[in-house]
């Protein structure tokens, strides 16, 4: 199109420089004739007008042509466009999509075709306009072969008239009637247009009366003809102007409408880009969704095991505890038994020693009653309360702790037997940590004389140390 445009102004450019150069010969041309008072144009002078109005008409018909041939890319286009946004329409909805994307998307499809009728209505009125165009030039065509009739009418007329006067006798020219001077402007533009009428009108008069009348009715007839066909030859080149302004119009519209086309496709193109990506981003946070929720439930299966793996080892630990609580509380319940038993026999002997004077009898019953009790009971039954009665010999001898304790000397002797123990027994510390024996369950046997103190428990208050 803009190669087009070029070749058109081009052939304006020439058009105006033909124009030019006639204007120049013209010129010419009456120079020539006011300085020789006789015409010298021909009739290709006088041809020169028609095949001006020919090339004019031929340039229109060529715009016409090209105006439809691109009116008809148009078209073509604008159908592919149609299609093309078909297809776009019937592949707008893929896998995934929401309905608000394809919302989105039918409203923009909308609008673009909405767009496009109005493309197709301008389209429309263009081709309205071009073939008023066309019918103006078949007008001017017509209009143009009227006035070559009438030229042709002219030119006989003209040849009629021209025949009397060279044939009618020896005339001299009026030598005041100079040609430059009896021209008007209508005698210019009947010489621009037919030089041989213009040669009729400014020859000077016959010398027959009887021939004077008619040649100037006749003259004046011709002049007022030239001069229609000169207003004629004016108005049909206003319309050729005109045509070709209307035809630039007409390009420039086509060109923005080709601009506007190509944007909103450009506009369709970069839409369908977002929408799909748009899509593409939502079903790739769709799959990561999908994703994280089997790898919650895949975690959540696992807690689920773990913690009724933890559950069971939970109830295992706590029957293992029971277990040795149990066992702990059945060891403690014979400890219970045995030390009751053990007091019920040191209060039988307490008894006993209080109301037997013969201390060989008390010691062998606290024997008696010794054996099978642990190491406790032995400090015990050889307390000064056993003991005969001190003589002068033995007083000496008896311990200092004695005096003090009275009738109760065995407490002394008990007390004495504690700090023996712990100055040399080994140091327990005072935690509850206890250390696991085999020997736990059995019972308390006969005590062993090699040893001072026999620890059973850390915990029983009643052992040494």
């Known amino acids: ?15 105006q420089d033909l124009e030019h150069n006639l204007k120049q010969r013209e010129k010419k041309l009456r120079a020539l004739e006011r300085k020789t ?119 006989t007329r003209a040849k009629a008239a021209d025949t009397p006067v060279e044939t009618g006798g020896t005339a001299e020219p009026d030598a005041e009637a100079v040609p430059g001077e009896a021209r008007s402007p209508e005698a210019a533009t009947r010489d621009l247009v037919l030089p041989e009428a213009s040669k009729v009108a400014s020859e000077p008069p016959a010398s027959g009366s009887a021939r004077e009348a008619p040649q100037e009715s006749e003259a004046e007839a011709s002049a007022k003809e030239v001069k229609l066909l000169a207003e004629r ?66 975690s959540a299966a696992n807690a689920a095991e773990v913690s009724a793996g933890q559950r069971g080892e939970l109830e295992r630990s706590y029957e293992l505890q029971l277990d040795g609580q149990r066992t702990r509380i059945e060891m403690l319940q ?39 009790t642990s190491a406790l009971l032995r400090p015990a039954v050889t307390t000064a309360s056993t003991m005969p009665p001190p003589t002068a010999s033995t007083v000496s001898a008896a311990p200092p702790l004695a005096v003090f304790g009275g009738s109760g000397g065995e407490v002394n002797t008990h007390m004495l037997s504690q700090m023996l ?14 250390e696991p024996r085999d020997d736990m369950e059995v019972e308390p046997g006969p005590p062993d004389p090699e040893l001072l103190v026999e620890v059973v428990d850390c915990k029983d208050v009643m052992s040494n140390g």
């Open 1 to 15: 199109e803009l190669a087009t445009l070029q070749e058109r102004t081009e052939l304006q450019r020439r058009l």
């Open 37 to 155: 008072g006789v015409s010298v144009t021909d009739r290709e002078a006088a041809a020169e007008p028609e095949l001006q109005a020919d090339r004019e008409l031929e340039s229109l018909k060529e715009q016409l042509e090209s105006e439809r041939r691109s009116h008809q890319d148009t078209q073509n286009k604008c159908r592919e466009s149609e299609r093309k946004l078909d297809e776009a329409l019937a592949s707008s909805k893929p896998q995934g999509a929401s309905d608000r994307d394809v919302s989105r998307e039918e409203l923009r499809f909308k609008e673009a075709v909405r767009q496009y009728s109005e493309l197709e209505e301008k389209h429309a009125e263009a081709k309205g306009r071009l073939e008023e165009l066309e019918r103006r030039c078949q007008e001017a065509e017509v209009q143009r072969e009227g006035v070559q009739q009438q030229l042709d009418e002219l030119r």
């Open 233 to 298: 030859v004016q108005v049909e080149r206003r319309c050729h102007e005109q045509a070709l302004l209307e035809c630039q119009e007409l390009q420039r519209k086509h060109q923005q409408i080709t601009r506007q086309k190509t944007e909103l496709e450009m506009k369709l193109a970069e839409g369908e880009a977002t929408t799909q990506s748009t899509i593409n981003k939502t079903n790739e946070t769709c799959r990561l969704l999908e994703r994280r929720i089997q790898e919650l439930e895949a």
């Open 334 to 372: 014979r400890k219970i038994q045995a030390f009751e038993a053990f007091e019920a026999a040191n209060i039988a002997d307490r008894q006993a020693s209080r109301g037997d004077a013969a201390a060989g009898e008390s010691r062998g019953s606290a024997n008696k009653v010794g054996l099978g």
């Open 421 to 434: 123990a712990s100055t040399y027994a080994p140091p327990v510390p005072p935690t509850t940590y206890v």
